[in-house]
C-alpha cells in the first residue's frame, strides 16, 4: 500500500495547532511561526484544497494580557489566573492576529466556539456540520477552539464525565470525523511519536504507527492541556473512521506542504496499518538479526542444502510464480507502467528457469565463508590468521524486479548473512509469493533449526527511512534501482551503501574495427534488454570510420535494427548527407534512456573517447571494438570503471555471466566491492590470533625483550 498517497492525495484538512507551536514560552505569539502556517494554508487553497484550523493559544495569550492590566498593588509573584478569564482576556488578540496574517494573503476565516453541548444536541451538531461545510464551500478557513470561558471542564482527561471531547486535540478529531476529513494533522513541538525516550541517541520518530508499535510517552505541553498521550487516543480515534492522521512538529517552515507532497515527515497512523496485526520494521529486524546468527553456525554442508531446497522449490512452484506475477503485470498495464518497467517486472518459465539453476550455482561453489585469507607467525606459539566472516545483516532495496527476491536470498545465504528485502510496491504480489517459497524451503532443509526470519520481507515504503536509521542493526544497504534511488539512500544513511547510481554504459569503435562484428556487440548491448543498468546507452565513432562510410554501414545497421538513434549535429549532417534521417541529441551525454534509445557522437581519435567516457560515464561497464590487441590493452587501462571489455557486448557485466551465480547488484564504488558484486562482495575479514604458549602470550614480554617477533608469512593452504 502506498500509505503517503493518503496524505497527498488529502483535499479536506484540518490543521491542528498546538499551544507550543502558537506561542513562544512566555505566553505571547510566534509571530514567525504563525506567518509561516498562514502562509502554507495559502499554498492549499492555490491548490483547491479545503483547510479548516483548530487552534491554541488564547489561554497562553490571555496570561499576558492579564500580566500587563494587574493592578500594580497585587502580589507580583502572583501569576495564577482563571484560565476562564485568561481565555477571555486572549481569545479576541488571538483572532484578530489570524484575520490579519489571513488577509495579507486575501483569504478570509472565521471564528467558531465549541463546548461539549454543541455535540450533545442532534440539532446542535447538525447544524455546526452545515455551518463548518458552508464556510468552506465559501473559500474561508474556520479557526475553532473550545469556548474556554464557558466551558464547565475541570480535566483534561478522557474520563470526566459526560465528557464529549477534552482537549484541542480531541476536539480537532471530532471535527475531522464530523465533517469527513481526509486528513487530521496535528502539529506541537515534537517531531513525531519516538521509540525511545527523546533525548535518547538512539531515540527515533516512528514513520508509520501499527498496532504492536511501542511509543514513549514523555512529558506533557509546557503550556497547554494535553499530552503525547492525548495526541494519540484523539489520532486513534480520527484512524478509526478512516481519516489519515500525522503528529509532526509545528516548528519546521515547510512541514504542511513537504507533507503534501508525499515526504516522511512525523508519525502517520492509518486505520489499515493500525487495526492490521502485521510487524513493524524495528521487529522484522531483530527476528533477522537474530536468525542471522544461527545462519553463522551452520556448517557450509547446511547452508548449501538449503540453497538446493531454495532451488527445488522454485522450480516446483513456476505456476504459482507466474499467477502471482501476472496479478502484477496487469495492475501495471491498468496504471499505464512504462515498457521498460513491465519489461523489468515480469517473469517467464525460463526466467524461472534460469533462477533455479543460479541458486544450484552458488550452492555448488566453495564455501567462501571462514576462508583464511592470510597467515602470519608473529613469534615461537603465537600465530594470527585473516579469515572471511560474514558482514552481518543486508538491506535490499530494489525496484520491480522479483527475479532479485531469489537471487538474493540465495547470496545472503551462501555467505551466511542476514537479509532484510524492500521490494517495489509494483511487484508486491510476487515478492511476497517468492519470500514464502523461500522461507518454507529454510524451513524444510534444516527440519526447524533455522527461522524463516532469517529473509525478511518489508511491505511498507514508510518503512525504508526507520530502516535506515538502525545503523547499529544493519551492517549494508543495497539500493537497486534508479539513479534517485540510490542517491536518495545514500543521503539518508548513516549506513554504508553499495551500489551504482547510474548505468551510462559506452562502446568506442576504434578506427580498425571490424565492422559487422560491432553491428552484432552495439546490437546486443542496446536490444538484448534495454532496461537494464548493463545496457549500452552512448556509443562512439572514431572519425576515420567516415573516410570509407563504414560509419554510415553501422548507423545503418542500428537504425534497421529498430535503435532509435540520438545523435549529435556532426552525426546528424552525416547521416542526413547519406539519405538516413536520425533524431538530435536527446538531453545530454550523460543520460541513461533504459530504452531503445542510443546517443551516437563522433570521437577524433583514441585519447579523445577516453577522456569522453571517463567525463561522461558513470564508472559502470565500457567496452572498445578494435582488432588491435595493444590498443585494447591500453583502453582497459585507462578507462576508469568497474567492468572494461574488448569486443564484447556490455551486457556480460552480470553476476550470473560472470560465474557467479546471482548478483546483489553493480557496485560501482572505489573501496570494499567493485563491479557485479556476488557472494565475496558480502564477506568482510577478521583476525585471529592463537597463543600455543603454556603459560600464554603477554604483549609486556615482547617490550622487555622476552620474546623476539618473527613475522613469518605461512601458507593459508596448509594450515
Same mark, same amino acid.
Given at each position: 500500500?502506498?500509505?503517503?498517497?493518503?496524505?497527498?492525495?488529502?483535499?479536506?484538512?484540518?490543521?491542528?495547532?498546538?499551544?507550543?507551536?502558537?506561542?513562544?514560552?512566555?505566553?505571547?505569539?510566534?509571530?514567525?511561526?504563525?506567518?509561516?502556517?498562514?502562509?502554507?494554508?495559502?499554498?492549499?487553497?492555490?491548490?483547491?484544497?479545503?483547510?479548516?484550523?483548530?487552534?491554541?493559544?488564547?489561554?497562553?495569550?490571555?496570561?499576558?494580557?492579564?500580566?500587563?492590566?494587574?493592578?500594580?498593588?497585587?502580589?507580583?509573584?502572583?501569576?495564577?489566573?482563571?484560565?476562564?478569564?485568561?481565555?477571555?482576556?486572549?481569545? +479576541?488578540?488571538?483572532?484578530?492576529?489570524?484575520?490579519?496574517?489571513?488577509?495579507?494573503?486575501?483569504?478570509?476565516?472565521?471564528?467558531?466556539?465549541?463546548?461539549?453541548?454543541?455535540?450533545? *444536541?442532534?440539532?446542535?451538531?447538525?447544524?455546526?456540520?452545515?455551518?463548518?461545510?458552508?464556510?468552506?464551500?465559501?473559500?474561508?478557513?474556520?479557526?475553532?477552539?473550545?469556548?474556554?470561558?464557558?466551558?464547565?471542564?475541570?480535566?483534561?482527561?478522557?474520563?470526566?464525565?459526560?465528557?464529549?471531547?477534552?482537549?484541542?486535540?480531541?476536539?480537532?478529531?471530532?471535527?475531522?470525523?464530523?465533517?469527513?476529513?481526509?486528513?487530521?494533522?496535528?502539529?506541537?513541538?515534537?517531531?513525531?511519536?519516538?521509540?525511545?525516550?527523546?533525548?535518547?541517541?538512539?531515540?527515533?520518530?516512528?514513520?508509520?504507527?501499527?498496532? %504492536?508499535?511501542?511509543?514513549?510517552?514523555?512529558?506533557?505541553?509546557?503550556?497547554?492541556?494535553?499530552?503525547?498521550?492525548?495526541?494519540?487516543?484523539?489520532?486513534?480515534?480520527?484512524?478509526?473512521?478512516?481519516?489519515?492522521?500525522?503528529?509532526? *512538529?509545528?516548528?519546521?517552515?515547510?512541514?504542511?506542504?513537504?507533507?503534501?507532497?508525499?515526504?516522511?515527515?512525523?508519525?502517520?497512523?492509518?486505520?489499515?496499518?493500525?487495526?492490521?496485526?502485521?510487524?513493524?520494521?524495528?521487529?522484522?529486524?531483530?527476528?533477522?538479526?537474530?536468525?542471522?546468527?544461527?545462519?553463522?553456525?551452520?556448517?557450509?554442508?547446511?547452508?548449501? %542444502?538449503?540453497?538446493?531446497?531454495?532451488?527445488?522449490?522454485?522450480?516446483?512452484?513456476?505456476?504459482?510464480?507466474?499467477?502471482?506475477?501476472?496479478?502484477?503485470?496487469?495492475?501495471?498495464?491498468?496504471?499505464?507502467?512504462?515498457?521498460?518497467?513491465?519489461?523489468?517486472?515480469?517473469?517467464?518459465?525460463?526466467?524461472?528457469?534460469?533462477?533455479?539453476?543460479?541458486?544450484?550455482?552458488?550452492?555448488?561453489?566453495?564455501?567462501?565463508?571462514?576462508?583464511? #585469507? +592470510?597467515?602470519?607467525?608473529?613469534?615461537?606459539?603465537?600465530?594470527?590468521?585473516?579469515?572471511?566472516?560474514?558482514?552481518?545483516?543486508?538491506?535490499?532495496?530494489?525496484?520491480?524486479?522479483?527475479?532479485?527476491?531469489?537471487?538474493?536470498?540465495?547470496?545472503?545465504?551462501?555467505?551466511?548473512?542476514?537479509?532484510?528485502?524492500?521490494?517495489?510496491?509494483?511487484?508486491?504480489?510476487?515478492?511476497?509469493?517468492?519470500?514464502?517459497?523461500?522461507?518454507?524451503?529454510?524451513?524444510?532443509?534444516?527440519?526447524? %533449526?533455522?527461522?524463516?526470519?532469517? #529473509?525478511?520481507?518489508?511491505?511498507?515504503?514508510?518503512?525504508?527511512?526507520?530502516?535506515?536509521?538502525?545503523? %547499529?542493526?544493519?551492517?549494508?544497504?543495497?539500493?537497486?534501482?534508479?539513479?534517485?534511488?540510490?542517491?536518495? #539512500?545514500?543521503?539518508?544513511?548513516?549506513?554504508?551503501?553499495?551500489?551504482?547510481?547510474?548505468?551510462?554504459?559506452?562502446?568506442?569503435?576504434?578506427?580498425?574495427?571490424?565492422?559487422?562484428?560491432?553491428?552484432?556487440?552495439?546490437?546486443?548491448?542496446?536490444?538484448?534488454?534495454?532496461?537494464?543498468?548493463?545496457?549500452?546507452? +552512448?556509443?562512439?565513432?572514431?572519425?576515420?570510420?567516415?573516410?570509407?562510410?563504414?560509419?554510415?554501414?553501422?548507423?545503418?545497421?542500428?537504425?534497421?535494427?529498430?535503435?532509435?538513434?540520438?545523435?549529435?549535429?556532426?552525426?546528424?549532417?552525416?547521416?542526413? *548527407?547519406?539519405?538516413?534521417?536520425?533524431?538530435?541529441?536527446?538531453?545530454?551525454?550523460?543520460?541513461?534512456?533504459?530504452?531503445?534509445?542510443?546517443?551516437?557522437?563522433?570521437?577524433?581519435?583514441?585519447?579523445?573517447?577516453?577522456?569522453?567516457?571517463?567525463?561522461?560515464?558513470? +564508472?559502470?561497464?565500457?567496452? #572498445?571494438?578494435?582488432?588491435?590487441?595493444?590498443?585494447?590493452?591500453?583502453?582497459?587501462?585507462?578507462?576508469?570503471?568497474?567492468?572494461?571489455?574488448?569486443?564484447?557486448?556490455?551486457?556480460?557485466?552480470?553476476?550470473?555471466?560472470?560465474?557467479?551465480?546471482?548478483?546483489?547488484?553493480?557496485?560501482?564504488?572505489?573501496?570494499?566491492?567493485?563491479?557485479?558484486?556476488?557472494?565475496?562482495?558480502?564477506?568482510?575479514?577478521?583476525?585471529?590470533?592463537?597463543?600455543?604458549?603454556?603459560?600464554?602470550?603477554?604483549?609486556?614480554?615482547?617490550?622487555?625483550?622476552?620474546?623476539?617477533?618473527?613475522?613469518?608469512?605461512?601458507?593459508?593452504?596448509?594450515?
Amino acid at each position: 500500500m502506498a500509505h503517503r498517497r493518503a496524505v497527498t492525495d488529502a483535499t479536506r484538512i484540518l490543521i491542528k495547532v498546538g499551544t507550543s507551536v502558537v506561542t513562544q514560552p512566555d505566553g505571547t505569539f510566534a509571530l514567525g511561526r504563525l506567518g509561516n502556517l498562514v502562509e502554507q494554508i495559502a499554498e492549499l487553497r492555490k491548490k483547491s484544497k479545503e483547510v479548516i484550523v483548530v487552534t491554541s493559544g488564547a489561554v497562553g495569550q490571555g496570561i499576558q494580557v492579564l500580566r500587563r492590566n494587574t493592578s500594580k498593588s497585587a502580589d507580583p509573584t502572583n501569576t495564577t489566573f482563571d484560565p476562564r478569564a485568561c481565555a477571555a482576556a486572549g481569545q +479576541s488578540g488571538m483572532m484578530a492576529l489570524y484575520e490579519a496574517l489571513f488577509a495579507q494573503k486575501s483569504i478570509s476565516c472565521a471564528q467558531v466556539l465549541l463546548t461539549d453541548d454543541d455535540f450533545k *444536541s442532534p440539532t446542535r451538531r447538525e447544524t455546526l456540520k452545515g455551518t463548518l461545510n458552508g464556510l468552506l464551500k465559501l473559500g474561508i478557513v474556520p479557526i475553532l477552539n473550545e469556548n474556554d470561558v464557558i466551558s464547565e471542564r475541570k480535566t483534561p482527561l478522557r474520563d470526566e464525565s459526560g465528557a464529549i471531547f477534552w482537549d484541542n486535540d480531541s476536539l480537532a478529531a471530532l471535527i475531522a470525523t464530523e465533517i469527513s476529513a481526509d486528513l487530521l494533522l496535528l502539529l506541537s513541538d515534537i517531531e513525531g511519536l519516538y521509540n525511545k525516550r527523546p533525548d535518547d541517541p538512539d531515540a527515533r520518530v516512528i514513520g508509520l504507527y501499527r498496532r %504492536k508499535t511501542e511509543i514513549i510517552v514523555g512529558n506533557k505541553s509546557r503550556v497547554g492541556r494535553g499530552g503525547i498521550e492525548a495526541k494519540i487516543q484523539a489520532a486513534l480515534s480520527a484512524a478509526e473512521t478512516g481519516i489519515a492522521v500525522v503528529i509532526a *512538529s509545528g516548528y519546521g517552515r515547510n512541514t504542511i506542504l513537504d507533507l503534501m507532497d508525499g515526504h516522511n515527515i512525523g508519525t502517520l497512523i492509518l486505520k489499515s496499518t493500525y487495526i492490521d496485526e502485521q510487524e513493524g520494521p524495528e521487529v522484522i529486524t531483530q527476528r533477522t538479526k537474530a536468525a542471522s546468527a544461527v545462519l553463522r553456525a551452520l556448517s557450509s554442508d547446511e547452508r548449501s %542444502k538449503i540453497l538446493v531446497e531454495m532451488s527445488t522449490q522454485i522450480k516446483n512452484n513456476t505456476g504459482k510464480i507466474l499467477e502471482a506475477n501476472k496479478k502484477d503485470i496487469e495492475t501495471a498495464e491498468k496504471y499505464g507502467t512504462s515498457a521498460s518497467l513491465i519489461a523489468r517486472l515480469k517473469l517467464t518459465p525460463e526466467k524461472i528457469q534460469s533462477l533455479a539453476v543460479g541458486i544450484l550455482q552458488i550452492a555448488q561453489a566453495v564455501d567462501p565463508v571462514g576462508r583464511i #585469507i +592470510s597467515a602470519n607467525q608473529l613469534a615461537d606459539g603465537l600465530l594470527l590468521t585473516q579469515e572471511t566472516t560474514p558482514l552481518g545483516v543486508l538491506l535490499v532495496i530494489f525496484e520491480s524486479r522479483p527475479d532479485a527476491v531469489p537471487q538474493l536470498a540465495a547470496l545472503a545465504i551462501k555467505s551466511a548473512n542476514g537479509l532484510l528485502l524492500k521490494g517495489g510496491k509494483e511487484a508486491q504480489h510476487s515478492n511476497q509469493i517468492l519470500h514464502q517459497i523461500l522461507g518454507q524451503a529454510i524451513v524444510t532443509a534444516t527440519n526447524g %533449526k533455522l527461522s524463516s526470519d532469517v #529473509i525478511g520481507l518489508i511491505q511498507s515504503r514508510e518503512d525504508i527511512n526507520v530502516l535506515l536509521s538502525f545503523e %547499529k542493526d544493519i551492517n549494508l544497504v543495497i539500493p537497486r534501482g534508479s539513479n534517485k534511488l540510490v542517491r536518495d #539512500i545514500q543521503n539518508a544513511t548513516k549506513i554504508p551503501v553499495l551500489g551504482h547510481s547510474e548505468g551510462i554504459c559506452h562502446i568506442y569503435v576504434h578506427s580498425d574495427a571490424d565492422i559487422q562484428k560491432s553491428i552484432r556487440v552495439i546490437t546486443d548491448a542496446k536490444l538484448d534488454y534495454p532496461a537494464a543498468c548493463n545496457a549500452v546507452e +552512448s556509443l562512439l565513432l572514431n572519425k576515420e570510420l567516415i573516410d570509407d562510410d563504414r560509419a554510415f554501414t553501422i548507423l545503418s545497421a542500428l537504425h534497421a535494427a529498430k535503435i532509435e538513434l540520438c545523435a549529435t549535429p556532426e552525426v546528424l549532417s552525416y547521416a542526413s *548527407s547519406r539519405g538516413l534521417t536520425l533524431r538530435p541529441l536527446v538531453l545530454s551525454f550523460h543520460h541513461e534512456y533504459g530504452e531503445p534509445f542510443l546517443t551516437v557522437s563522433f570521437t577524433d581519435d583514441f585519447d579523445t573517447a577516453v577522456r569522453h567516457i571517463n567525463e561522461f560515464g558513470s +564508472s559502470h561497464t565500457e567496452s #572498445i571494438l578494435t582488432e588491435s590487441v595493444e590498443v585494447a590493452k591500453l583502453f582497459q587501462n585507462r578507462i576508469d570503471s568497474a567492468c572494461v571489455f574488448h569486443n564484447a557486448s556490455t551486457r556480460f557485466a552480470d553476476g550470473f555471466r560472470f560465474g557467479l551465480g546471482a548478483e546483489v547488484g553493480i557496485s560501482t564504488n572505489r573501496i570494499h566491492a567493485r563491479g557485479p558484486v556476488g557472494v565475496e562482495g558480502l564477506l568482510s575479514t577478521k583476525w585471529k590470533l592463537t597463543s600455543t604458549s603454556p603459560e600464554g602470550d603477554v604483549a609486556s614480554d615482547f617490550t622487555v625483550g622476552k620474546k623476539k617477533w618473527l613475522h613469518v608469512p605461512m601458507n593459508p593452504a596448509k594450515l
